[in-house]
């Protein structure tokens, strides 16, 4: 096979960017083995040991927000038959992150359905990050849009790493959403960097898009200076109720050229199979594996949709021959 780099434009705008959209546009394009030895080879130097990084993600707070995010059954503008709950309790977060370690998640990521949470709301996540991080795991929060302070504070509690999703292409976003603009999220994640708090962050694939936008997304990921530790890719997962609920289904061998560009163009990144992974099946999961990814969200429910079970889960990665991470030297 002949691998060609991708013509970089040398406008003065792609000079500055490591991955202009056109180049990512012809990875994306690139003939299908082709893609997939690249990304396997460039994933065989950067981690070498092969491991998959197990990851558990809990609803802390579920339910009411006031974003109309087009692919969520969270929002109170959709009628999808969640309803708005507390927060949990440290004793009930404790335990759900109890049992996640003992399935063999490394990770332990809480989620909080808020457009922009109170200062009083993040003093509560603290003692919840606290209680997790007691416990030796690595800590996840997902609790929208931040001032930099309160990721200064989250920090403080021992927060290893934010979760805030592109989406989509800019501009494609507000085909999605419109109570927040792109920005917004851009500003969330300078502030959660700039505390010192390692990055997570992707997107979803099916809410109507393009492929240039597929491109755009990773563009805007890859470009990040430095690019996020860990970059979830979501395939859409069609809830009743809600805006894009008759999209179209990802073909999903294009589902699997998108894992194989993000570990092309992010080479150190855990690149997490996350939203949709139950409908893609095996053998699609395990193209995936190949392209690259090696991180999954593991556990029976993703916020408060379906996501395959441990004991699936475990199946297919003895099929595989893959093993999980544990906590080692160069995880954070």
Known sequence: MNFHQPVVRTTADAAAQRWPVEAVQQLLDWPFMDLMFKAQSVHREHWPEGEIELATLLSVKTGGCPENCGYCPQSAEFDTG??????M????VTRAAKAAQIAGATRFCMGAAWRAPKDRDIEKMNELIAAVKGLGMQTCATLGMLQPHQAQSLRSAGLDYY???LDTAPEYYQDVVSTRQYQDRLD???AVRNAGISVCCGGIIGMGEAPVHRAGLIAQLANMEP???SVPINSLVRVPGTPLAD???VDPLDFVRV???ARITMPKARVRLSAGRQQLGEAVQALCFMAGANSIFYGDKLLVTGNPDVEADTQLMQKLGLKGLRIT???K
């Open 259 to 261: 894992i194989a560009v």
């Open 163 to 165: 979760n805030h999703n």
């Open 227 to 229: 690019y996020p530790e």
């Open 89 to 92: 309790s440290v004793e009930e």
């Open 188 to 190: 969330t994640l300078s």
């Open 329 to 331: 030297a160069h995880a």
């Open 82 to 87: 969640v309803k708005a709950e507390k927060l």
């Open 247 to 249: 999209s179209d289904p």
